[in-house]
């Protein structure tokens, strides 16, 4: 199955930092650009960081801009977001998903199950 296995997802408090990781399964991710969503419970599933795969572009959303980096390894087929100083507001599931950076949620694709990011104290 064609998919993105997200991990590195958990409990920590206000402050704190996650790393959390995104693997592809079952594909390559070069020639896709990749992002990460998150949805808070009650709230619209959102694209918060994007890296482009022929640029190297970087594009995050206001709420993360200088908090959140966004990398990726192709060698390891995996994209990494690395989330610093965490707001309880963070609280969601944390997913990834190949697209173009820029484009609405519908092309998107390889969706996974998401990871878990609780920030309370």
């Known amino acids: 199955q064609l998919q993105f296995v997200e991990s590195g997802g958990g409990l920590v408090q206000p402050g704190g930092s996650l790393r959390l990781s995104c693997a592809a399964s079952g594909f390559t991710l070069d020639d896709y650009d990749i992002e990460w969503f998150r949805q808070a419970p009650g709230k619209e599933r959102e694209g918060i960081a994007c890296i482009s795969d022929r640029t190297g572009t970087l594009a995050y959303a206001d709420p993360v801009k200088g908090r959140f980096t966004i990398s990726r390894v192709n060698a390891e087929n995996t994209v990494y977001l690395q989330m610093n100083s965490l707001k309880p507001e963070d609280t969601a599931v944390y997913y990834c998903?190949?697209?173009?950076?820029?484009?609405?949620?519908?092309?998107?694709?390889?969706w996974g199950q998401g990871t878990q990011v609780t920030v309370s104290s």
């Open positions: 998903a190949a697209g173009p950076c820029g484009s609405t949620m519908a092309t998107f694709r390889f």
